[in-house]
T-cell receptor, first 114, second 113 residues
Framework: QKEVEQNSGPLSVPEGAIASLNCTYS??????FFWYRQYSGKSPELIMF????GDKEDGRFTAQLNKASQYVSLLIRDSQPSDSATYLC?????FGAGSYQLTFGKGTKLSVIP | DAGITQSPRHKVTETGTPVTLRCHQT?????MYWYRQDPGHGLRLIHY???????DKGEVSDGYSVSRSKTEDFLLTLESATSSQTSVYFC????????????FGSGTQLSVL
């Protein structure tokens, strides 16, 4: 069973601060990494994806990947109360012979305090 | 929600009854997925489809079957519902490769009493 681990939180940060969300994964052969945001009672929404080691920036969001350490993170700069949600890490992991499936972490709940 | 409609949005049923959930997309995406989301477990894949009549099992497929007779429709059937199948069910679609950049529907809350 491939695993994706996240701290459940809640992670509380003041408005305007940087929120740092972390994720580790067990399948060293994983190639694709995603961050989804899920507001309470809503469906997950893709916000970032990364395939190569290093940083990828999109607006206030930065995804960081370190395959050697099997670690992926999401930074949210200038956090806003509207960023308060649960953030799901998803990793494309091997499932059986020759197939891959997305394995989701259980999510980190972020609360941005005004 | 990216042209994805799930029906019904809410359903209450009794143990032992068959249940079918429908996912309809207007995006003409090749790949479609059914996930369930439970507290303490996160999102788990039930089945997915990589084309009309082409489906494969996911991590938690026992007790579920699927069918895809048209590109736009993906049905999830619980042949004989059990209380352990009480969950929120999400349909998702993608077009850039299997498991790449999923877009989710609004979900179906299913309660099995």
């Amino acid at each position: 069973q491939k695993e994706v681990e996240q701290n459940s939180g809640p992670l509380s940060v003041p408005e305007g601060a940087i929120a740092s969300l972390n994720c580790t994964y067990s399948d060293r052969g994983s190639q694709s990494f995603f961050w989804y945001r899920q507001y309470s009672g809503k469906s997950p929404e893709l916000i970032m994806f990364i395939y190569s080691n290093g940083d990828k920036e999109d607006g206030r969001f930065t995804a960081q990947l370190n395959k050697a350490s099997q670690y992926v993170s999401l930074l949210i700069r200038d956090s806003q109360p509207s960023d308060s949600a649960t953030y799901l890490c998803a990793v494309n992991s091997r499932f059986g012979a020759g197939s891959y499936q997305l394995t989701f972490g259980k999510g980190t709940k972020l609360s941005v305090i005004p | 929600d990216a042209g994805i409609t799930q029906s019904p949005r809410h359903k209450v049923t009794e143990t032992g009854t068959p249940v079918t959930l429908r996912c309809h997309q207007t995006e003409n995406h090749r790949y479609m997925y059914w996930y369930r989301q439970d507290p303490g477990h996160g999102l788990r894949l039930i089945h997915y489809s990589y084309g009309v009549k082409d489906t494969d099992k996911g991590e938690v497929s026992d007790g579920y079957s699927v069918s895809r007779s048209k590109t736009e429709d993906f049905l999830l059937t619980l042949e004989s519902a059990t209380s352990s199948q009480t969950s929120v069910y999400f349909c998702a679609i993608s077009d850039q490769g299997v498991n790449e950049k999923l877009f989710f529907g609004s979900g179906t809350q299913l309660s099995v009493l």
